[in-house]
């Protein structure tokens, strides 16, 4: 406890959990989007190249390129995956290549780079010593953007996500929206892997909103929710692991796994009570593809 | 201006072609205001590829198109489009309000802080125009078919429109929730004389409350009331085969169409969705 307490008084702890709670409120606002538009693998493929694109510049330009590094090699991966679009299988196999390709570059970059071993490792679990002044004006930087194409492009994002056949129909650029959400995220991605580490960039893009939509259908409510889950999930993180002198990804991880497991619970226990409360069940035709089997459905069938 | 309020959409001349293939030409259609124009015909034979002219997002191979009295504009909201139903994925983070927020302003760019009151008072009259405040705070995904569909009329008519475009909106729907549907537009046309331009592969469940037809086969196509146009003698020379139209209680049965050669392209050479461009 009285390590905690010395430790939070000094500047470079200061440093990350300023670092760390502009990480989560970016990670918060995105979340829902990803989790909407299905696409959690893209993070995981997306961070992988981010770490490959943080290995190639410590090796070659020295420990401060890293954040370059991540941001180039995330943004260059999220352009590609952007164009790609919506269709979900062919992405899928997309990201996989791609994923394993970024993964194997950066490992040789590590294997050849003879400088602090702390530096490596860190691109892959986190650290909090790495966050220099350097690194919180490109985080504010990332911050503002990010935050600020949000402002204006929320509600046709929103809708490009959710319901896309119907935003193409409105005349939404449902296309060009997905690339520059893809920037977003990509940027989004190279902070985390600074931060928390290529491996457990998901525990904050993905986990926080993936609780919230287990409490709310509404968008704005998921949003808020998401982000704070995620604020819990790394100040909590950064701070538990002051006095183990342990990488915060784990802390972090655990947090939001615990909060997502809370949230299930909570969801499943609510859909429960609902649907014991409404009438007789409607949906057995909803699904059904045409009016033939509409009419199978309704064939009356044993009940287990 | 007066031309506006009495003609919802004038094709003149109207020709569109996709790669090699001509979906159909020397199209002349006008349609007027609160009047219900359904548009029939077999897979490809540019049913939707109209509709995506009428909605802004395709332009004409030669000919005019005027939606009152103006080439169309994306995104307007003097139209309203109803895709066809297609379960929600469980899981859509949305409520129903929300989808047909969406479609109110769901295309406008900004953080659209000003005017949530205007907003919520218009998303609850739609709502309540189809009958679906009961489940408004539902999960989308968690709504059947028919509630759903009920929720995309809505999102339709929450701008308002006075052209309302939809899209096979009968697909997968059983046949009371089919007429449920059909009698939310047709009530809405009556009521506020917005123009319905109904694009179905059924035309029993519109039968009775259709004014004119727009049946479309390759290429080929007639245009009338449906006493005039459904005869065996029109849908034998629009097919090109031995077609025959039968009148039983009311309803209309089409036999020999079916089969009939209808030329195709392969199923992508027609995009058969608006979205997919």
């Known amino acids: 406890m009285s390590t905690t307490l010395f430790l939070l008084g000094e500047g470079f702890v200061r440093q990350a959990l300023l670092a760390g709670a502009v990480l989560a409120l970016l990670s918060g606002l995105l979340g829902p989007l990803v989790v909407g538009r299905g696409m959690a693998f893209a993070v995981h493929g997306t961070s992988e190249l981010s770490f490959a694109g943080g290995a190639g510049a410590l090796l070659l330009f020295g420990a401060g390129a890293v954040g370059w590094g991540a941001l180039v090699g995330a943004v260059l991966v999220a352009l590609v995956f952007g164009a790609l679009g919506l269709a979900a299988h062919e992405r899928d196999s997309v990201i996989g290549v791609l994923l394993s390709f970024g993964l194997g570059l950066g490992v040789l970059f590590q294997s050849l780079y003879t400088g602090r071993s702390a530096n490596k490792f860190g691109l892959l679990v986190g650290q909090i010593v790495g966050v220099d002044t350097g690194d919180l004006v490109s985080l504010a930087v990332t911050g503002v953007v990010v935050v600020g194409v949000l402002a204006v492009a929320y509600r046709p994002l929103l809708f490009a996500s959710l319901d896309p056949t119907m935003a193409a129909a409105r005349g939404v650029p449902v296309r060009a929206l997905s690339v520059a959400f893809a920037v977003l995220l990509g940027a989004t991605t190279a902070l985390g892997v600074q931060i928390v580490g290529a491996l457990l960039v998901l525990s904050l893009l993905i986990t926080p909103a993936a609780a919230a939509a287990r409490l709310t259908a509404s968008p704005l409510l998921a949003t808020v929710l998401a982000v704070v889950f995620a604020e819990v999930a790394v100040l909590g993180g950064i701070v538990a692991s002051l006095a183990p002198g342990l990488p915060i990804s784990p802390f972090v991880a655990g947090i939001a796994f615990v909060t997502y497991l809370i949230c299930r619970v909570i969801g499943s226990l609510r859909t429960r009570r609902r649907a014991s409360r409404t009438r007789v069940p409607s949906s057995s035709t909803a699904t059904s593809t045409s009016s033939q089997s509409a009419l199978a459905s309704q064939s009356p069938r044993p009940r287990s | ?277």
């Open chain 2, 1 to 277: 201006m007066a031309e506006d309020r009495t003609t919802a959409v004038t094709l003149s001349g109207a020709e569109l072609r996709r790669g090699p293939r001509t979906l159909w030409s020397g199209l002349d259609l006008e349609i007027r205001a609160g009047e219900f124009v359904a548009v029939l015909g077999p897979n490809g034979s540019g049913k939707t590829t109209l509709l995506q002219v009428l909605l802004g997002l395709l332009p004409l191979s030669a000919g005019s198109v005027r939606v009152h009295g103006a080439p169309p504009a994306r995104g307007s909201s003097a139209v309203g489009y109803v895709p066809q139903q297609r379960s929600l994925d469980p899981l859509t983070p949305l409520r129903g309000r929300d989808l047909v927020g969406l479609g109110l302003d769901g295309h406008r760019w900004g953080p659209g802080l000003s005017g949530r009151a205007r907003r919520r008072a218009q998303v609850h009259a739609a709502l309540e125009q189809v009958d679906a405040l009961d489940y408004a705070d539902a999960p989308v995904g968690s709504l059947s078919g028919g509630e759903q569909q009920r929720l995309r009329v809505a999102q339709a008519l929450v701008g308002d429109p006075t052209l309302m475009l939809a899209d096979e909106p009968l697909l997968s729907l059983d046949l009371a929730r089919q007429r449920e549907v059909v009698d939310l537009v047709d009530r809405r046309r009556r009521e506020h004389g917005t123009a319905v331009v109904f694009v179905t592969h059924e035309l029993n469940p519109v039968l009775p409350v259709v004014d004119r037809i727009l049946y479309l086969v390759d290429g080929r196509f007639r245009i009338g009331t449906p006493e005039q146009v459904m005869t065996s003698e029109n849908l034998s020379q629009l097919y090109r085969t031995e077609v025959e139209v039968v009148r039983v209680r009311g309803r209309i049965v089409v036999v020999g169409a079916e089969d009939a050669p209808v030329h195709h392209d392969g199923p992508h050479a027609v995009r058969e969705e608006v979205g997919a461009r």
